[in-house]
């Protein structure tokens, strides 16, 4: 059982570091403002809402849980 957890672990932790090294080397790729990401400025505040860059972290997501899932067969 504490087999698979490490295995898990090591994963993601690879996945972050994966992630990290592609957000420190490419800084322009704009996460958190894609095109499709609704943005509302007015005087005294302003409303983000990040549709598209949710989708984009639902897709990845999944990607992510479904390679562990398949690791643990």
Same mark, same amino acid.
């Given at each position: 059982?504490?087999?698979?957890?490490?295995? &898990?672990?090591?994963?993601?932790?690879?996945?972050? &570091? #994966? &992630?990290?090294? =592609?957000?420190?080397?490419?800084?322009?790729?704009?996460?958190?403002?894609?095109?499709?990401?609704?943005?509302?400025?007015?005087?005294?505040? !302003? #409303?983000? =809402?990040?549709?598209? !860059?949710? &989708?984009?972290? !639902? #897709? =990845?997501?999944?990607?992510?849980?479904? =390679?562990?899932?398949?690791?643990?067969?």
């Amino acid at each position: 059982m504490f087999n698979e957890i490490g295995k &898990v672990l090591i994963f993601f932790g690879l996945a972050l &570091v #994966v &992630v990290g090294l =592609v957000l420190t080397l490419i800084p322009s790729l704009r996460l958190g403002r894609l095109p499709g990401d609704i943005l509302i400025r007015r005087d005294n505040w !302003s #409303v983000y =809402v990040p549709i598209t !860059s949710s &989708v984009l972290f !639902s #897709v =990845v997501l999944s990607f992510l849980l479904w =390679v562990a899932a398949s690791l643990r067969r």
